[in-house]
């Protein structure tokens, strides 16, 4: 695993949590829904509240780095952000496939932004970083997203994702065999516990190994 993080990025105390896997990818599986999803965004639609997220430490902790870097996070909302504020709105999540559903699901359970990428589309080694100045890349959803002074990940072809919008470049498919799975965190405090990400893909993703995991 060729993951670095800039010294700049480590300074405000971001890191990844990072998985790779190789398993097989399904269009649908009705149990990641009824064990892992459904419970969870129920407990959400019952209990949270808008207010409850505008205060969180975990988003407070990934916005004021947004801010710190020069980017909105107004208008370019962490995903996490988003994620839950959907939930919270009733507005429920779109199925995608098994591994993508994972990480709506490690996203609302931790309330940081993941991000999964397909490894025989990206290169290592892989560098987390800050956009520059007039760089854009091809969004998921055909929209065009601007990553200036957004942290992004990139390769040796340019940037691939970010805790905001990922590419298209990276994107999972039902064809992907080998994955990255990132947690971006942006507080010491709001780490994802590993162990758990672990047993949650093997016990859920068919054909699941994980070949490492880091915090970087």
């Excluded at 025989?120 to 998921?140: C, F, H, M, N, W």
Aim: charged share 25%; proline share 4%.
């Amino acid at each position: 695993m060729k993951i670095t993080v800039d010294p700049k990025l480590k300074q405000l105390g971001i890191s990844l949590a990072c998985t790779v896997i190789e398993f097989t990818n399904q269009d649908y599986q009705a149990a990641i829904w009824q064990e892992l999803l459904n419970p969870l965004i129920e407990k959400i639609e019952v209990e949270d509240t808008l207010e409850m997220i505008k205060d969180d430490p975990r988003i407070v902790a990934t916005k004021k780095a947004y801010r710190t870097l020069g980017k909105d996070p107004a208008r370019f909302r962490p995903s996490s952000d988003s994620l839950w504020r959907r939930v919270v709105q009733q507005k429920g999540l779109y199925q995608i496939n098994d591994l993508v559903d994972l990480n709506n699901y490690f996203s609302l359970n931790w309330k940081l932004p993941f991000g999964s990428y397909d490894l025989s589309k990206v290169d290592e080694p892989i560098q987390l970083t800050v956009g520059k100045a007039g760089e854009r890349y091809s969004g998921i959803g055909n929209k065009s997203v601007n990553i200036e002074n957004l942290v992004v990940l990139e390769d040796s072809a340019g940037p691939f994702g970010s805790p905001t919008s990922d590419a298209t470049r990276g994107m999972i498919g039902e064809e992907t065999t080998h994955a990255l799975i990132v947690g971006y965190q942006f507080a010491d405090d709001t780490g994802v516990d590993q162990a758990t990400v672990k047993k949650v893909l093997e016990a859920y993703l068919q054909d699941c190994r994980v070949v490492a995991q880091a915090i970087i």
